[in-house]
């Protein structure tokens, strides 16, 4: 699934994405859950073999080019968190009048653009 078939979450898959009370907390469809965790299951089986190819002694070339895979990997979930952030919690915040959120995010934006 790629950014552009993401689904925009409804109110109620939104609603929990306020920062009421102690804990913040993000609700995901069941649907977007699966495929995140599908994602994350399948970049650490890649980071297993990434520990059996060096144990291995694979050339060091191979080895970095499935690190660069993982990247790769774990910036698509990252994009996919990060839209889903925006068309949800970071929308309702400013609805709320929050507008603290907007550093927030450029904060984490840089972080991610490292």
Excluded: F
């Excluded at 898959?13 to 965790?37: F, P, Q, V, Y």
């Excluded at 890649?46 to 291995?56: A, P, S």
């Excluded at 970071?90 to 450029?106: K, P, Y």
Aim: with cysteine.
């Amino acid at each position: 699934m790629n950014v552009e078939q993401m689904e925009t979450p409804t109110a109620a898959e939104s609603a929990c994405c306020s920062t009421g009370g102690t804990e913040r907390k993000s609700h995901h469809s069941d649907k977007e859950k699966n495929t995140l965790i599908s994602r994350l299951n399948r970049i650490e089986g890649q980071v297993r073999g990434i520990k059996g190819m060096i144990e291995k002694d694979v050339y060091c070339d191979d080895v970095l080019n499935q690190i660069a895979s993982v990247q790769s990997a774990l910036n698509g979930v990252g994009k996919l968190l990060l839209e889903h952030h925006m068309k949800s919690c970071v929308i309702e915040r400013i609805q709320e009048g929050d507008e603290e959120v907007l550093t927030e995010l450029l904060t984490t934006m840089n972080k991610l653009m490292k």
